[in-house]
């Protein structure tokens, strides 16, 4: 197991993305603090599901721009795991709408939830890691729109811009302190947020012409690479941007 005896948060891991990097993580051997917010039913069946494996978990809910919830969720996975390793932003959320139109609170929400977010949620883990003297690993899940332009999503496209800077920053200065930064840059995957794609097949075929490998990705295909970063394997890894994205940046040739 490559993450026996560590201890991880994943916000936003009730669904999709952060819930595919949950079980990837829990299945090779980390305890995982399972983040959500509202309904704490998916959370709850995704705890069942990673012990009916034979792995740790918890369900704590936390809104990740809030403060409060965030140290609430820290020491709750202190005191119920011993300490903690590994911290991954991957909550996020999205609303389409052309520039001309997008509403000022749009656009505040989405930097708050995607950017002020990984912010908070960085610096309060970090903090505890050096407090416990024996670095971590700080991974974020941003998207292939942290450097490639999407009409109509502006504000989230800013959010990931953003992120890609925060994470190279704070991997310098965290080095010292062997805590490990890296963003997952996720191309198309199938998760709730895609949903709305799925009722459209032109808009679906249009997206597949675009993928090299002709399909969207899955969660536990960034799960993967979450446990790789996380992992001593990584060891010499910080400052960096990882693409998952079925070669689609290759092809549009704008990376
Ligand atoms: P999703 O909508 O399925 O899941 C998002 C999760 O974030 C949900 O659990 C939701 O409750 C949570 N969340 C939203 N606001 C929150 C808040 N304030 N506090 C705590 N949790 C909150 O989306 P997903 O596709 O699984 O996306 C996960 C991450 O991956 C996001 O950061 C997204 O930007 C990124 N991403 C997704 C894709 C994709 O194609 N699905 C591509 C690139 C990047």
Not at 72 to 99: M, R, V, W, Y
Request: glycine letters at 10%; aromatic letters at 4%; hydrophobic letters at 40%.
């Amino acid at each position: 197991m490559r993450l026996k005896d560590k201890v991880a948060i994943v916000t936003g891991a009730d669904t999709g993305i952060g819930k595919g990097i949950s079980i990837c993580l829990a299945r090779e051997g980390a305890a995982v603090t399972i983040d959500y917010r509202g309904d704490p039913q998916p959370a709850d069946e995704l705890v069942k599901q990673i012990e009916s494996s034979g792995g740790r978990a918890m369900a704590v809910a936390g809104d990740v721009t809030k403060a409060d919830d965030i140290d609430n969720l820290i020491s709750q996975t202190c005191s119920s795991f011993g300490k903690l390793d590994i911290f991954i932003n991957n909550a996020g959320i999205e609303t389409k709408k052309p520039f001309l139109e997008m509403p000022l609170d749009v656009y505040e929400k989405t930097i708050a939830v995607d950017l002020t977010g990984p912010w908070l949620c960085s610096q309060k883990a970090a903090q505890q890691m050096v407090k416990q003297g024996h670095g971590g690993r700080i991974i974020n899940i941003s998207s292939v729109h942290e450097d490639i332009t999407m009409p109509t999503n502006a504000a989230y496209c800013a959010a990931k811009g953003g992120l890609r800077m925060l994470m190279r920053t704070i991997a310098v200065e965290l080095a010292p302190h062997k805590i490990l930064v890296n963003n997952i840059a996720p191309g198309a995957i199938d998760t709730p947020m895609d949903a709305p794609l799925k009722e459209h097949p032109e808009l679906m075929k249009e997206l597949l012409s675009e993928i090299p490998l002709g399909r969207m990705g899955q969660p536990d295909e960034i799960g993967m690479m979450a446990v790789y970063l996380a992992s001593d394997e990584a060891a010499y890894v910080t400052g960096q941007t990882f693409i998952i994205d079925g070669g689609m940046t290759r092809q549009s040739g704008s990376l």
